[in-house]
Every structure is written in C-alpha cells, then in structure tokens.
C-alpha cells in the first residue's frame, strides 16, 4: 500500500486519521455515512458524505461581539492534507459566508499538512480581520479584490448536502445571540 510521506510522519506523531487520508482510495471500499454530530459549543463531526475516505468537522463556534460568530470548518477531501474555510456569520442580520482558506505562510509543526489555512486569510498574515464591527458584505467584497474562494449562500450549500450530514450554520447564533435574526433561522 502506497502512502504520502506526510502520513507516515504524521502517523508516527500520532494523527492515525492521516494514514487513511493519503492511502489511495478502493474503488470497492464499504462507504459509510455517519449522521452528523453537534456538541454544545457548535462544533460538530461526521459531516462528510463518506468517512470511510474523508471528514468534514467544525471547530468550536466564536463569539466575535457585536451579534457575530466565526468557525473553522475543516475537510481533508480524502486528500493528503488539511482545508480549512472560515464561517462568519452576522446573526443581528441572519447572514453568513463561507470563505475558504488561502495557502499558508508557515506549516504547523505537528499534524497534516495545511493546505488552505484560515490563519493565512487574518492579520498578521492576512487583511481579514474580523470585528464587533464586520459585515458579510464588507468579507465578500475583500474576498472578490483578494481573489479568495468564498461561498455567499452557505444556508444554499448546507441545503445542498444530504439530510444527515447537515449541520446549522447559525448554531453561533443561537449559542450566543439567542434573541437574534439568525437564531430563529
């Protein structure tokens, strides 16, 4: 069995997931769908339409201030490294992006390759940074000059995902601005 460089490091430092990420895919393998599951925080796990080669999760929801929550969003896409995209939403407007990861400066000493980085988007990298202040807008027209992929209608690409692997964009919402437009989304 062929396997990245990347995973035998990574195995050996403890990442089991990552050997299974860089083993080439059988044609043959048993797909399994695990239903999603979210934690108090908003995380979540097993959004992936198929474990047995891929994760989607998310980390912990943010609390920005100002009605706003951020979350990293974190796939391998059955790849040999790790993408991450930043969820911002403004729950006093109930709207949300998605804005995918650029490539690193720096790679983490520790764990898989970071292929697409939410770090790389934010000072002192980057010019994203986010504010009591920050609209969805203002993230959609710095991600259109700084040619960044980025996702406008996240409650669109959520719907777009089977029933079981959806998670709640604006869980953040409901966390932390219970009272708010996006918390009744």
Same mark, same amino acid.
């Given at each position: $069995?062929? /396997?990245? #460089?990347?995973?035998?490091? @990574?195995? /050996? @430092?403890? !990442?089991? !997931? #990552? *050997?299974w990420a860089c083993t080439p895919i059988d044609p043959n393998r048993t797909i399994f769908d695990n239903p999603v599951v979210i934690a108090a925080d908003g995380s979540f796990d097993g959004a992936s339409e198929d474990e047995s080669v891929s994760f989607l999760r998310g980390n912990p929801v943010r609390d920005i201030g100002g009605g706003r929550t951020g979350q990293i969003i974190e796939t391998n896409g059955g790849s040999c490294g790790l993408f991450q995209s930043l969820l911002f939403v403004d729950c006093t407007r109930g709207?949300?992006? $998605?804005?995918?990861?650029? $490539?690193?400066?720096?790679?983490?000493?520790?764990? $898989?390759?970071? *292929?697409?980085? @939410?770090r790389a988007l934010q000072p002192p990298d980057g010019p994203l940074a986010l504010t009591p202040a920050t609209s969805v807008a203002e993230i959609a027209a710095l991600a259109r000059r700084q040619v960044w992929r980025f996702e406008g209608d996240v409650p669109g690409m959520i719907a777009r995902m089977s029933p079981q692997n959806r998670y709640d964009p604006f869980i953040?919402?409901?966390?932390?601005?219970?009272?708010?437009?996006?918390?009744l989304i």
């Amino acid at each position: $069995m062929k /396997l990245c #460089a990347v995973a035998i490091a @990574t195995a /050996l @430092t403890a !990442a089991p !997931a #990552a *050997l299974w990420a860089c083993t080439p895919i059988d044609p043959n393998r048993t797909i399994f769908d695990n239903p999603v599951v979210i934690a108090a925080d908003g995380s979540f796990d097993g959004a992936s339409e198929d474990e047995s080669v891929s994760f989607l999760r998310g980390n912990p929801v943010r609390d920005i201030g100002g009605g706003r929550t951020g979350q990293i969003i974190e796939t391998n896409g059955g790849s040999c490294g790790l993408f991450q995209s930043l969820l911002f939403v403004d729950c006093t407007r109930g709207e949300a992006i $998605m804005v995918n990861g650029i $490539m690193p400066v720096t790679q983490p000493e520790d764990g $898989m390759d970071v *292929l697409e980085s @939410t770090r790389a988007l934010q000072p002192p990298d980057g010019p994203l940074a986010l504010t009591p202040a920050t609209s969805v807008a203002e993230i959609a027209a710095l991600a259109r000059r700084q040619v960044w992929r980025f996702e406008g209608d996240v409650p669109g690409m959520i719907a777009r995902m089977s029933p079981q692997n959806r998670y709640d964009p604006f869980i953040g919402c409901k966390i932390y601005y219970p009272g708010s437009a996006g918390a009744l989304i």
